[in-house]
């Protein structure tokens, strides 16, 4: 058996690794086998840093930000970048002001410069923490210390005759000193702007508690960081205007190049700013601010897997004026289906199950762009409300939040926690325990109790950290028809849109819709196993073998009638049990490949090549079953559309995505090579036992990216 590997995710990133720099070359073992002006190597991998245990026994743990040092990971991203880059530009300052010095002009500038780097440098670090009084005060130090350098530097550039063949680089090191300061304003402006961002959830959730009285516009808080951005921005435009006039020629060799980066990386500074200065006023427009703000809220439960998380059993419509949630009323999705009688035909992937399409089952695509934008047209023909946003929300999402609120009383029935809520949730509206007429009463009960209890100031920061790991696993999406608000879903990592691959790369996605009416998800383990076999002509061959078993036990059924006792229900149906989980697993499977894959040969079910056009992408179809305590499995055998090309050396790239509301595969992958031989591969922590193939296996909890560089 081959040794299971650790996966360890890291920052998320599409930045490249570049095998022809000679820094990279460093990553290679054999980097004279290396040719010039070929293949790149791509990073991509995970947003939030997991270590999970790979035999599947254990839960996954997790690695994030945590209570209030958590703030929206967009712009800290953005002040990272900022701090990074800061340093870099200063970097340029002192190097120029040593080389003066070296010219006899002591070491006052050289020590005042420096001193302005060190503030600089602090200041970001500062915000990059949300310590925002620190770095204010030590954007003023920065700032104060570039005046006196400057002052200092003044004789340079006027006097016509002191070192009068380095007067151009005195002028370029008086442009850089100016550069300096509006950059140091720059970072002040920001770390304001970004202060006011982030009263926005502590303002938000207070104000929405039930025992707020007095009405604070929360949009002018918001406002307030937008007008802090721009002036940042402003700052960074006459940053960029001043270094653009440096003559990097007029320098030593070794100082010009840095006035080179220095330059880049003002830029790119400044794009920051301009796309946190855009996202502003879509923030403006999800609250409400210039006009009322609607949301359809998907409650998805991922027990009963669909293909954008789970089965929509209910939805919330939630209107929020000016920061205000003004309505919030929850709906069972089966009574405005059954009130519209039209005929809509399903698409080919629902034909499997029903011949009249309907609302609970809109969210037939993968892509939740596609599938949402058909929710909120099923909802507006079926005689809803016209919507602006549509966001969709898993189940398992609700543990999370149950263990920052604590138990919720739900009427004289008792309390509901993190730890019995599935089952009691379930077991009501199943069994229609509070009556047939209205059998989710229960949830519209449960969810104005729950969120008087969530919207408390002292939850914002662990609420803040729950949410953002729930949408890096793809719990929480959310889409607008408006292209503003769906640029910005897009920044946050939100929009659930599967990978776009490129040209020549492989891709993999296995998507399951439950079709057998059970709640038996959360007890189905899958094993994906992805091997890739590449030969000496560039043909590349996959085998994909995919086992799920089913995990119920007698022993759930126990501990499920010792909790229902508690809260005196002593008559439990098999058949409410059966479809709470003990149930069989019938699922249809749709595994996604590259446009154009071949099918060769499958083994264990009878299996259709279908084409996505709204995705581009071939796709697999079949139906499993699997009975509790049984396993089945299924083989695909098919040939890639494309070859690599050897002529020097080849990239065999593969992305994976997720399946929004899968608690995490085990997937194994492997990379034969016939006749060819590995250079390199990422992620670094896959293994290679001998350089033909590679071995690698990680939880899918998190979209996944594997390239591999290889040679005949």
Do not use: C
Request: proline share 2%; net charge neutral.
């Amino acid at each position: 058996m081959q040794e299971k590997l650790k996966d360890i995710q890291k920052v998320d990133s599409k930045e490249k690794i570049d095998l022809r720099k000679p820094k990279d070359l460093e990553l290679l073992k054999n980097a004279e086998t290396l040719r010039e002006n070929k293949n790149t190597l791509y990073k991509k991998t995970a947003p939030v840093k997991t270590i999970k245990d790979l035999s599947g026994r254990d839960k996954s743990s997790f690695s994030y930000i945590k209570g209030k040092s958590y703030r929206q990971p967009k712009f800290i991203g953005n002040v990272i970048k900022i701090g990074v880059f800061g340093f870099l530009i200063i970097f340029v300052l002192n190097s120029v002001s040593i080389y003066f010095q070296g010219k006899s002009l002591k070491k006052e500038i050289s020590n005042i410069a420096y001193e302005g780097i060190s503030y600089l440098v602090d200041a970001g670090k500062s915000a990059t923490k949300i310590q925002f009084e620190n770095a204010l005060e030590t954007f003023d130090k920065a700032l104060k210390n570039f005046d006196e350098a400057q002052n200092d530097l003044w004789f340079i550039s006027k006097d016509k005759t002191l070192y009068a063949s380095d007067n151009n680089a005195g002028t370029a090191i008086e442009a850089l000193l100016e550069s300096g300061k509006h950059f140091a304003i720059a970072g002040k402006y920001f770390t304001e702007g970004l202060d006011e961002f982030n009263k926005i959830p502590v303002f938000f959730v207070s104000k929405n508690n039930t025992e707020t009285t007095k009405k604070i516009s929360i949009t002018d808080v918001l406002k307030k960081g937008l007008d802090k951005t721009d002036m940042a921005l402003k700052e960074i435009l006459q940053a960029t205007e001043k270094i653009k006039n440096v003559d990097e020629k007029s320098l030593p060799s070794e100082i010009g190049s840095r006035v080179i980066l220095a330059k880049q990386k003002i830029n790119e500074v400044s794009d920051i700013l301009k796309m946190t200065s855009q996202s502003f006023p879509a923030l403006l427009k999800l609250l409400g601010d210039t006009k009322l703000h609607r949301y359809l809220i998907l409650l998805q439960n991922n027990n009963e897997i669909r293909a954008t998380g789970g089965f929509i059993g209910s939805y919330a419509i939630v209107e929020i004026n000016d920061g205000y949630i003004e309505k919030l009323d929850v709906h069972d999705v089966y009574d405005i289906d059954g009130s519209y009688n039209g005929i809509i035909e399903p698409p080919e992937e629902l034909k499997f199950f029903t011949t009249n399409w309907r609302f609970r089952d809109s969210n037939y695509s993968p892509d939740f762009k596609v599938a949402a934008a058909k929710s909120k047209w099923f909802l507006e023909t079926e005689g809803g409300p016209q919507i602006d946003t549509v966001i969709a929300i898993n189940q398992g999402l609700l543990k999370d939040l149950l263990e920052i609120s604590g138990p919720v009383q739900v009427g004289s029935f008792g309390k509901l926690n993190s730890e019995n809520y599935n089952l009691l949730l379930s077991f009501i509206i199943e069994s229609k325990y509070w009556g047939a007429e209205d059998p989710k009463h229960i949830l519209k009960v449960f969810i104005p109790e729950f969120k008087k209890q969530i919207m408390k100031e002292e939850n914002v920061g662990k609420l803040m950290s729950k949410l953002y790991k729930a949408v890096q696993q793809k719990h929480i999406m959310a889409y607008s028809s408006d292209s503003q608000l769906e640029a910005l879903f897009e920044s946050f990592g939100l929009s659930g849109q599967m990978n776009k691959t490129g040209e020549n790369e492989d891709y993999l996605s296995v998507i399951n819709t439950s079709i057998g009416g059970t709640k038996s998800d959360q007890f189905i383990e899958e094993k994906i196993y992805h091997n890739t076999t590449i030969d000496q002509f560039g043909v590349i061959i996959n085998e994909v073998n995919i086992k799920r078993t089913h995990l119920w036990n007698d022993s759930i059924y126990y501990q499920w009638k010792k909790i229902l006792e508690a809260y005196g229900i002593t008559k439990i149906f098999d058949q409410t049990i059966d479809i709470l989980g003990r149930g069989r697993n019938k699922t249809l499977m749709r595994i996604y490949v590259p446009d154009g894959a071949i099918l060769l040969s499958s083994k264990g079910a009878d299996i259709q090549t279908k084409y996505d056009k709204d995705l581009k992408k071939t796709y697999f179809i079949l139906q499993m079953e699997v009975k509790a305590g049984e396993s089945k499995d299924i083989n695909v055998k098919y040939q890639l559309p494309f070859r690599l090309d050897f002529s020097s050396m080849a990239t065999y790239k593969l992305a994976v995505d997720k399946q929004p509301g899968s608690r995490g595969s085990i997937l194994t992958k492997e990379i034969h090579g016939n006749e060819i031989h590995n250079l390199e591969f990422y992620p670094q922590d896959a293994k290679s036992y001998t350089n033909k193939e590679i071995n690698y296996e990680t939880n899918l909890v998190y979209d996944k990216y594997f390239s591999s560089i290889w040679e005949k």
